[in-house]
């Protein structure tokens, strides 16, 4: 590292580039769904070469890697961003807007994208640094199709050694211009159950009949209430969400069977464990007591995201460098949102941080009725948050390169 090369000079040769606006407002325009991102990784490889970094893709299906190492250094850093949109439609009318149906970027991973390669731009052309850095970009974060383990399951981690991985993510509750994080458990694990419940269908003139897969369900329902209530520490965060009930097709008929489903968000895994458990325990004695049968079917798909406390401090250092003190916060509130950046801190000590993406002043006309908010329709990424999102990854690369193995 450069300890006379000033922030502001990295802040400045960033923003005198226009090009990572139009490579972000591009991706904006094409965005692809998981494991579908063929011109995005496509993009991303030919600029990452055009610049001398060794590139390999296809991994954990469209991921690609980028890695530059100068020196003699050992240690080796990793900066990850995803790249794939949402599946939702888009109601922004501007220039970029997505040129396909049913396809946006609504949670700005296009931007995160093109804060990793002004990354890989600057570090490539204008920054010293002693060591090897890889840049991650990975698939499929959204929707629990979990690309951030598929890359790990293709060998990430062996094939491109790390000895710190290092992740962002827009937030439009922060301020542009500003960084915020938490040490230890900072977003909620995800996942998902299903309760199958089958009774016996009969006329509903008759119910005298039936054995109601609906009576059995809606008790269920009820009782899961119970479960953050009066099952879990208050002061522990946890979410139990009924999202989804049916059951029957006609308005004279008790249906045969029905299904209940939701969502489960926490922070611990004896939590989750014990959530886990009471569902179980409620879906049977429901059953018994309707003389129903009912199937629980649980899934764990992304844990909660750990950061480091170590290498948080490192990162909230580098975050009040880069950004001031007073635009820094260390001690954000703990989120019940997932991410699956959780596998690659699960398996590398390393740091999740929020960057300030503004609360939407910065959205051309056109743009949609609703709110700048993550998974929203009316939803833009901050182009003036390039900048210091990548200023913020390459003076962490380059401090944390230089900093005593010892």
């Known amino acids: 590292m450069n300890p006379h090369q000033d922030i502001q000079d990295i802040l400045g040769t960033i923003s005198a580039n226009p090009a990572f606006r139009d490579i972000r407002r591009d991706l904006h325009a094409h965005p692809e769904i998981g494991f579908e991102e063929h011109r995005t990784a496509s993009l991303v490889a030919r600029e990452l070469a055009a610049w001398g970094w060794q590139v390999t893709t296809g991994i954990g299906g469209t991921g690609v890697v980028g890695t530059l190492k100068r020196g003699k250094g050992s240690r080796h850093i990793g900066l990850r961003a995803d790249m794939d949109a949402l599946a939702m439609p888009e109601a922004n009318a501007f220039a970029h807007k997505s040129q396909h149906d049913n396809r946006m970027h609504a949670c700005g991973h296009d931007g995160h994208t093109a804060i990793l390669l002004a990354t890989a731009w600057y570090l490539a052309h204008h920054a010293e640094f002693d060591g090897t850095i890889h840049c991650i970009f990975q698939p499929a974060e959204e929707g629990g199709q979990a690309g951030a383990r598929a890359m790990i399951e293709d060998g990430l981690f062996e094939r491109f050694p790390c000895d710190a991985v290092f992740a962002l993510h827009n937030w439009p509750d922060l301020p542009v211009g500003s960084l915020g994080v938490r040490a230890g458990p900072f977003m909620g694990s995800s996942n998902r159950f299903r309760i199958d419940i089958a009774g016996k269908g009969a006329h509903a003139s008759q119910p005298e009949l039936s054995v109601d897969p609906l009576i059995c369900a809606g008790h269920i329902l009820l009782a899961l ?182």
């Open 225 to 406: 209430q119970t479960v953050i209530s009066r099952n879990r520490a208050p002061d522990e965060p946890a979410v139990l969400s009924v999202t989804q009930i049916h059951g029957g097709d006609a308005v004279n008929v008790i249906p045969q069977q029905a299904w209940l489903g939701g969502t489960v968000r926490t922070h611990r895994d004896d939590t989750l464990d014990m959530i886990e458990r009471r569902i179980g325990e409620i879906t049977d004695g429901a059953a018994a007591t309707f003389g129903c049968t009912a199937t629980l079917t649980f899934e764990r798909c992304y844990p909660s995201l750990v950061n480091d406390v170590e290498q948080t401090r490192f990162a909230v250092d580098v975050m009040r460098e880069v950004a001031g003190a007073d635009r820094v916060s260390d001690n954000m509130a703990r989120l019940m949102g997932s991410e699956d950046f959780s596998f690659m801190l699960a398996e590398r000590p390393g740091c999740y941080v929020l960057l300030g993406n503004g609360a939407g002043a910065h959205r051309e006309p056109g743009h949609g009725p609703g709110p700048c908010r993550l998974h929203n329709p009316s939803y833009d990424f901050n182009d003036d948050a390039i900048p210091l999102g990548a200023a913020y990854f390459v003076r962490l690369a380059q401090r944390f390169l230089a900093r005593d193995e010892s």
